[in-house]
């Protein structure tokens, strides 16, 4: 599955937002404060709203009124999403739709639904359709033989108009593209990593197949590879010992008292340095070479400003991580204030945010006839974003 479109309303900073035709890598540049973390947290809200619901992930932002945009306070919440998935041996564009609102005083959804098109022509059928916890869902949707008129709709009572109809529905196999999309949320990997969470000793009987947001499982995780992946595992470390000067070897150590640590090794000593002693970069290297050779990885990763504690050379590399990453199926989303960061990537990849009249708008670089004419004769996207070409991201 892989994200081609959202359209946002009212969500914070985005009064009104679209974007379309999505790459499997799109990387956000933006002065500070222009809603690069605002549009990575609506990944997080949907998955926060899935997890619990509504009101309880409108909480944790500060409730309704801090998350609806200024002035909009009587107006809904929108977050529409499009993505592609094989449906009947087909690749459909699927629009998944939820509005947030409330009614005498109380937060509700006051619209979701689920929805693609069966054939090549035609309008999309709505697969589910809700509104303030009552609904109906289609139940035989991949019997293509059926008019829209003869699919089976089974009506539901959520019993809150709180909860998302695609948490419940999607434990359902027999709802198969709300049980795909619920899946892929819950899935999505939407990076806050710690150096400091990741460091120290863990508790040696924690197992853990993914890296955490934070990263203070990443001992857990390395053990898991090494253990499990070796070949994975050794992959990593070569690419470590290419990409960190000294770094000659990594292990996981389990101590007596049993707890886990990492050991760096490095050639010029002869006794590894434990995680605690090893350099902010070190650590961030690593965790991101584990995150992004996850056995079983994420579809969809959001990373914030990569270039924190990196040294500036290797953040070609990373980008080049990240495409990789990508090319094998993933979703990629950065963002960064690095011109050595952005000196990697395409011109298709590039998007930026900038303020008008208070509130974020996105554009896209290759929208833009002279930065695309540059680009074509071979300057590249950090020098150019350096001269202040992209609107109004420079900050002065």
Known sequence: MKLEKIHLENFKTFKEMTIKDLPALCVFVGANGAGKSTLFDVFSFLKDCLESNVGKALRQRGDF????????????????IQYRTEITKRKRL?????????????????EEFLRYKRGSSGSPYYFFRFSKGKGSAVTNEEDFSKTDEKLNRETQDLGSSEILALKGLGQFEKFKAANELRAFIE?????????????????????????????????????????????????IVRKMQRRVPGVSGIETKDTEDGRLLLKFRNGDFRD?????????????MFAYLVLLHDPAPHQFLC?????????PTLLHELAEEFRDYAQRGG?????THSPDFLNAV????????EKENGFTVVKRAR????????????????????QGLMGKVDPR
């Open 187 to 235: 899935n999505w990997h939407v990076s806050n990593f710690h150096v400091e969470a990741s460091r120290g000793l863990k508790d040696a009987a924690m197992y853990a197949e993914h890296l955490s947001e934070t990263g203070d499982n990443l001992q857990a995780v390395a053990k898991n590879i090494h253990e499990h992946h070796s070949e994975i595992f050794a992959a």
């Open 346 to 353: 395409e011109l298709d990849e590039v998007f930026w945010l």
């Open 272 to 284: 590894p340095f434990i995680d605690r002693y090893v350099s902010d970069g070190t650590m961030k």
């Open 94 to 110: 699927v629009t998944y739709h939820l509005e947030i609102g409330r009614e005498q005083g109380k937060v509700c959804v006051v």
């Open 331 to 335: 979703q990629v989303f950065v963002s």
């Open 367 to 386: 929208d833009d006839q002279q930065i695309a004419a540059y680009m074509a004769d071979g300057d590249q996207m950090g020098s150019l974003w350096k």
């Open 303 to 311: 990373i914030e400003e990569p270039e924190n504690q990196l040294y």
């Open 65 to 80: 009124r801090e998350v609806v945009s200024r002035g909009e306070h009587e107006r809904n919440i929108c977050i529409e």
